[in-house]
T-cell receptor, first 114, second 111 residues
Framework: DSGVTQTPKHLITATGQRVTLRCSPRSGDLSVYWYQQSLDQGLQFLIQYYNGEERAKGNILERFSAQQFPDLHSELNLSSLELGDSALYFC?????????????FGSGTQLSVL | DAKTTQPTSMDCAEGRAANLPCNHS???????VYWYRQIHSQGPQYIIH???NNETNEMASLIITEDRKSSTLILPHATLRDTAVYYC????????????FGGGTRVLVKP
């Protein structure tokens, strides 16, 4: 158990809908990351937050947004969903943002868009 | 970040050492080598990382060549639970710990 909690574990929805994925980082971790893993794209970095502020942005679509709340949990919002958004979404956390720190990943949310 | 090249897959016998190579010939002086693994759709798990020196922890050893253009992850006594995709990642300090995953090596440990 990495200590990172993601909910829900599975999500099935229809095209055009909007969903919210939630992540609670390990106790004491200030940095949260979101990754998307699909069969054809592999693990793709989406976005990073540190202590409530956006820190780094990757291949995140404009239809997707995220935020980190004062209690440090994070939410990833996916809107106008398309079939191609079906993927495993992972959240990870670390204490800070330096390259010396390891990331701890949650068990993921499996999103199926039908 | 420097690009890495890993074999697509490899088999290993249970109880034997597994040596996983990674080529990172364009690595620069301030870039670190990280290894993570992913066991069947679980979240990736940190294994080890290094800059120049060889490193060892309870999970594995990391051997980095003197010119730093390649490295080898060694699992000393592979078990069936080590079956996973292993990712070699090179990242620089300026990028923080925003990891860029490649295709990795699919390791199958056989009895």
């Amino acid at each position: 158990d990495s200590g990172v909690t993601q909910t829900p574990k599975h999500l099935i929805t229809a095209t055009g809908q909007r969903v919210t994925l939630r992540c609670s980082p390990r106790s004491g971790d200030l940095s949260v990351y979101w990754y998307q893993q699909s069969l054809d794209q592999g693990l793709q970095f989406l976005i990073q937050y540190y202590n409530g502020e956006e820190r780094a942005k990757g291949n995140i679509l404009e239809r997707f947004s995220a935020q980190q709340f004062p209690d440090l949990h994070s939410e990833l919002n996916l809107s106008s969903l398309e079939l191609g958004d079906s993927a495993l979404y992972f959240c990870a956390s670390s204490v800070g943002t330096t390259v010396y720190e390891k990331l701890f990943f949650g068990s993921g949310t499996q999103l199926s868009v039908l | 970040d420097a690009k890495t090249t890993q074999p697509t897959s490899m088999d290993c016998a249970e109880g034997r050492a597994a040596n996983l190579p990674c080529n990172h010939s364009t690595i620069s002086g301030n870039e670190y080598v990280y290894w993570y693994r992913q066991i069947h759709s679980q979240g990736p798990q940190y294994i080890i990382h290094g800059l120049k020196n060889n490193e060892t922890n309870e999970m594995a050893s990391l051997i980095i060549t003197e010119d730093r253009k390649s490295s080898t992850l060694i699992l000393p006594h592979a078990t069936l639970r080590d079956t996973a995709v292993y990712y070699c990642i090179v990242t620089q300090e300026a990028a923080g710990n925003k990891l860029t995953f490649g295709g990795g090596t699919r390791v199958l440990v056989k009895p």
